[in-house]
């Protein structure tokens, strides 16, 4: 049986998925912090939708865990949280090719929302938090952000296999 190869290397997505984890954990001033966009979260899902057989639910564990390390959290809540976004990527990674990339870019914001609201739901479980509709902000930006991520990817893409 033959065995499709995709043109991504894995050092290649790992570089991308460490990038978007500093991108991540950046400090930002207090008042920014919500408008910061789910770079991980829109890495996987791009990783896991352009190269399923080698980005998938393990990734995001690895990288939730990396990622509650160095934030701090209980340890899991993150690793978690991306496994389960790796997981909905594998349900609808059919469907999500054939879309455009409006279409595309409304569905990244109900997955992104999804975890969001899992996430605020295992804050709320773990401690004293308020829940504010503010937390959807990143899913938005992230929406809004992902035409333009897949057209640099895409356009980055093209250049390497060229040159």
Same mark, same amino acid.
């Given at each position: ?73 209980? @340890?899991? +809540?993150? !690793?978690? *949280?991306?496994?389960? #976004?790796?997981?909905?990527?594998? %349900? =609808?990674?059919?469907?999500? &090719?054939?879309?455009? @990339?409006? +279409?595309? !870019?409304? *569905?990244?914001?109900? #997955?992104?929302?999804?975890?969001? %609201? =899992?996430?605020?739901?295992? &804050? ?8 504010? *509709?503010?937390?959807? #902000? ?26």
């Amino acid at each position: 049986m033959a065995r499709t190869t995709t043109s991504a290397s894995l050092p290649w997505i790992w570089l991308t998925m460490l990038l978007a984890l500093c991108l991540q954990v950046m400090p930002l001033a207090d008042g920014w912090q919500i408008w910061r966009p789910d770079w991980l979260g829109l890495m996987l899902i791009y990783w896991c939708m352009k190269a399923p057989e080698r980005v998938g639910v393990f990734h995001g564990f690895v990288l939730g865990i990396l990622l509650d390390l160095i934030e701090g959290v209980p @340890l899991g +809540q993150n !690793a978690l *949280l991306l496994s389960l #976004l790796a997981f909905l990527c594998a %349900l =609808v990674y059919p469907r999500f &090719r054939a879309y455009s @990339l409006l +279409q595309q !870019a409304v *569905l990244i914001l109900v #997955l992104l929302g999804t975890i969001q %609201l =899992v996430e605020q739901w295992l &804050r709320t479980l773990l401690g004293p938090f308020s829940i504010h *509709l503010s937390f959807l #902000l990143p899913s938005v930006i992230g929406a809004i952000l992902w035409p333009w991520l897949t057209t640099l990817f895409r356009a980055f893409r093209r250049r390497t296999a060229k040159g």
